[in-house]
């Protein structure tokens, strides 16, 4: 089947939806798959149990962090409860790596090599790499 992923954000505002309104929006569509973006700096447990609940009845095919957009490294701790979510799930994770859009991003957290870090601590997880981690591709090469 071809689908496409839709990814909801990991900051909510009036022109970022909540992956439960991503949920609603393409409720019936086959073919679309809602991935759900995830801020570590600051979900709630209600956040964490609503993507359980989504995860659990499959209505969320992943979830994807962002390094570099918030000051944190792929392995924080305050994530682990998100990777465990995807391993029980069977759901892969994605990650944000390397360079970032904004000037306010920072280049030192979405770093391939604390990619390399998180595969080690969580060898089940199903780990995605966006973008290469361009500029370091080689480095990322390395870590795959």
């Known amino acids: 089947m071809e689908c496409a992923l839709v990814l909801s954000s990991c900051k909510v505002n009036k022109d970022r939806p909540s992956t439960k309104e991503v949920v609603e929006a393409i409720e019936g569509r086959k073919n ?83 990619i390399d870090n998180l595969a080690v601590d969580y060898p089940p997880l199903k780990i995605v790499i966006f973008h290469i981690d361009n500029p370091w591709v080689k480095d990322c090469m390395e870590v795959v």
Do not use: Q, W
Not at 94 to 111: A, C, K
């Open 32 to 114: 679309l798959v809602v991935v759900s973006g995830i801020s570590c700096l600051n979900y709630t447990h209600r956040d964490i149990r609503e993507i359980s609940e989504f995860l659990e009845r499959g209505l969320i095919k992943g979830l994807k962090v962002y390094p570099g957009y918030g000051p944190f490294y792929p392995n924080e701790i305050r994530l682990k409860v998100v990777y465990e979510r995807a391993i029980e799930n069977d759901v892969p994770v994605m990650i944000h790596s390397g360079d970032t859009i904004t000037s306010t991003g920072t280049v030192n957290y979405p770093h391939p090599l604390h």
